[in-house]
């Protein structure tokens, strides 16, 4: 009887392991897409903030040009 209680205390202690790196891993993936969005995001959005700063400057000179200030 002490035999399988020790074998039940020894499988419980590796199934609650295994349970904790499953989750671990988990995690790690859920956080790494996570981050690959959120780069993403930023790089859309600082190329879009440039071509924002970009478009206005171009606007001013083509006024200039046409002489409308």
Known sequence: M???EEE???NWENNRQK????IARQKYFEDR???LY???LAKELDE???EMHNGV????KNLQKLGIE
Do not use: H, I, Q
């Open 57 to 60: 400057s171009d606007f001013d």
């Open 19 to 22: 349970r904790a790196d499953n």
């Open 2 to 4: 002490k035999e399988w």
């Open 48 to 50: 879009a903030t440039s």
């Open 8 to 10: 039940g205390l020894y």
């Open 38 to 40: 959120k780069t993403k």
């Open 33 to 35: 897409e996570v981050n």
